[in-house]
């Protein structure tokens, strides 16, 4: 039976934003092709990114993909 | 500059305008349906006008947004999020139209039974419940959208 998917993924964007010369999130933004609203909702973990996007914010801060993105399973869903 | 504040984006003017648009018009002319509701000419009338005054206030007020925010296509959280709206109001939709359908059985099974001034043999209730059903789910379908554009 599937298990019932309560998990999220995080992210490290803020900070590496700060490390790359404190780079805008409408230059980010700009830089992957969406609007500065979907990188906020990205860095707030309230929307989880296509994996294509994730790639290529990935590509931005040179960095491969699970450096940048996390995903965290919740204590309810557990690893039964 | 405050990063963490989000700009009024087209999307988002464009549900709240569909959201208050409606709201005034289509309240009126419940109003004026309720006053009498087996009238199938005030109905009409009353569906009519608030239907025009409405599409009239968004098309001004579209205009106004399309000025007043930066032109940007949509990307892939826009789409994300006209489809959960879109979901929401297909579900009241579909809700409505097997409502409607049961209720029109019912009249017909229970024709017989109600007295011939009952409203209950009337089958403009019908034609009324679709139409809220309709208003009802564009209100579901707007106020999601806002909802998941507020919530950042």
């Known amino acids: 039976m599937a298990r019932k998917n309560t998990g999220c993924v995080l992210n490290r964007i803020r900070e590496l934003r700060f490390y790359t010369g404190e780079m805008t999130q409408r230059d980010l933004a700009e830089r992957v092709g969406v609007s500065r609203q979907t990188i906020v909702a ?3 973990a309230r929307y989880a990114p296509t994996l294509e ?4 914010i990935s590509r931005v801060f040179e960095l491969p993909l699970e450096s940048v993105f ?3 399973e919740d204590e309810a869903s557990g690893s039964a | 500059m405050n990063e963490e504040a989000t700009g009024a984006r087209f ?3 464009s549900a709240w305008i569909q959201l208050l648009g409606a709201v005034g018009p289509f309240a009126g002319a419940l109003a004026v349906i309720m006053s009498a509701p087996q ?3 005030l109905t009409f009338f009353a569906l009519a006008s608030a239907t025009t005054l409405t599409v009239i206030i968004q098309i001004v007020l579209h205009m106004v947004a399309a000025i007043a925010t930066k032109e ?3 990307d892939e959280r826009d789409l994300a999020i006209s489809h959960a709206a879109d979901r929401a109001g297909g579900y009241i939709v579909s809700v409505g ?3 409607a359908a049961l209720a029109l059985y019912w009249q017909r099974w229970t024709s017989e039974a109600q007295p011939p001034e009952s409203a209950f043999r009337d089958p403009i209730l019908v034609g009324h419940f679709l139409v809220l059903t309709l208003v009802v789910s564009e209100g579901l379908r707007t106020l999601t959208t806002i909802y998941f554009y507020r919530r950042g």
Do not use: W
């Open chain 1, 42 to 44: 990205i860095e707030k």
């Open chain 1, 53 to 56: 996007l994730a790639f290529r």
């Open chain 1, 70 to 72: 996390t995903y965290v």
């Open chain 2, 11 to 13: 999307n988002e003017a």
């Open chain 2, 39 to 41: 009238n199938a000419g």
């Open chain 2, 72 to 74: 940007e296509p949509d």
């Open chain 2, 97 to 99: 139209l097997i409502m």
